[in-house]
């Protein structure tokens, strides 16, 4: 029998549906696992592999705890799950983890720079067909590709990566981080993704390492110049003039620190089992090899979340604060102080709104 009536939704508005449907009920819908900090490229801007210079120091989480761990996640409400790194492929087991998460039911993306992509790891996602796959391009160019990672070769390997993800059809995206060793490549990038049909990103708010070294801001473009590349891309600069226009009349809960969605309905495991409210957010971790995911998520992160500023916070009452990544992981890495306003970020949300109310102001 036919189901009439049955309403037919795109999965952009299911999901928007299911997020606002969840916001107010602490379901952690979403969750990020990183297998590993271990890599085979060596980027000089990279936010974790530089971390660990001894990865014997800490044991990554085995099989059985992963699996264990997911079967937690699973129960409190999961449904969309990213697995990243470091590079996740480096873990022999990732095959067993990744159907173990698809077995489950999870909604599984993989963050990789598809170097050590194999016909027999793709042919595997074809079976078990990911909701997504990113990889990343550090250049256009072998030369640029190369200087970022560090890596002689690596980008032929990430070349068949890509080839090989295509040929299968699964559903890729392609993304950088824009840096000065690579923005002259930006335009070139987005015309090979384009040229393969391929939905592409870019970000150039570069954060520092997780352990607080500062090297990847050496790597970081001038404010200005990250506003220069906004406008210089119609449909990203007409993204951004919406977004500062959803948020003008937006009021910030002055109560609490946080003011995202981190540790609301999202999470984040790091390799070795700390679960914590989201990648940048780390001060504060939850160990799961010695509690359960449920205590870490309904009562660890729920504290968390719930903390007041302390003092004087004067982001907090800044009405830009919508629309600027300024947040607490962010100043935590930047500074150690999770309320310190974090200057790159806040020059270039002015700058952005500079350029915003120029454009608003010439189309009237």
Request: overall charge neutral; hydrophobic content about 35%.
């Amino acid at each position: 029998m036919d189901c009439l009536g049955m309403p037919e939704l795109g999965y952009g508005e299911f999901s928007k549906l299911l997020h606002e449907k969840v916001a107010n009920q602490r379901i952690p819908i979403s969750g990020s696992l990183e297998l590993t900090y271990r890599c085979n490229i060596k980027c000089q801007h990279c936010y974790v592999t530089h971390c660990q210079p001894d990865y014997s120091d800490q044991k990554e989480l085995t099989l059985k705890e992963i699996q264990a761990i997911i079967d937690q996640v699973v129960d409190e409400g999961c449904l969309w799950f990213l697995l990243t790194g470091g590079e996740p492929l480096m873990r022999p087991d990732f095959l067993e983890i990744y159907q173990y998460l698809k077995r489950k039911g999870l909604l599984v993306s993989l963050f990789t720079n598809g170097t050590l992509l194999t016909p027999r790891l793709a042919d595997t996602l074809v079976e078990w067909r990911p909701f997504s796959i990113e990889i990343t391009l550090y250049g256009a160019s072998q030369e640029t590709y190369e200087r970022v990672t560090g890596i002689p070769g690596s980008y032929k390997h990430c070349m068949r990566g890509i080839d090989l993800i295509m040929e299968r059809g699964l559903p890729l995206k392609l993304k950088t981080m824009l840096i000065t060793l690579n923005q002259h490549e930006l335009c070139a990038m987005q015309a090979f993704a384009e040229s393969l049909g391929m939905p592409f990103r870019y970000d150039a708010m570069l954060n520092s390492q997780i352990n607080g070294v500062k090297t990847p801001q050496t790597f970081r473009l001038a404010p200005s110049e990250v506003v220069k590349y906004d406008k210089s891309n119609p449909n990203r600069f007409k993204g951004l003039i919406a977004s500062f226009e959803r948020y003008q009349d937006f009021q910030v809960d002055q109560r609490y620190l946080y003011a995202c969605g981190a540790g609301n309905n999202s999470f984040h495991i790091d390799p070795y089992g700390k679960l914590s409210m989201c990648m940048m957010a780390r001060a504060q971790q939850y160990d799961l090899r010695s509690g359960s995911f449920r205590e870490g998520w309904r009562e660890f992160l729920l504290g968390v979340r719930q903390q007041p500023p302390h003092g004087k916070y004067e982001c907090q009452t800044c009405e830009l604060l919508p629309v600027c990544g300024q947040c607490p992981g962010w100043s935590e890495l930047e500074s150690g102080d999770s309320q310190q306003r974090v200057d790159f970020l806040c020059q270039v949300a002015h700058f952005r709104a500079d350029a915003v109310k120029s454009a608003q102001l010439q189309s009237i």
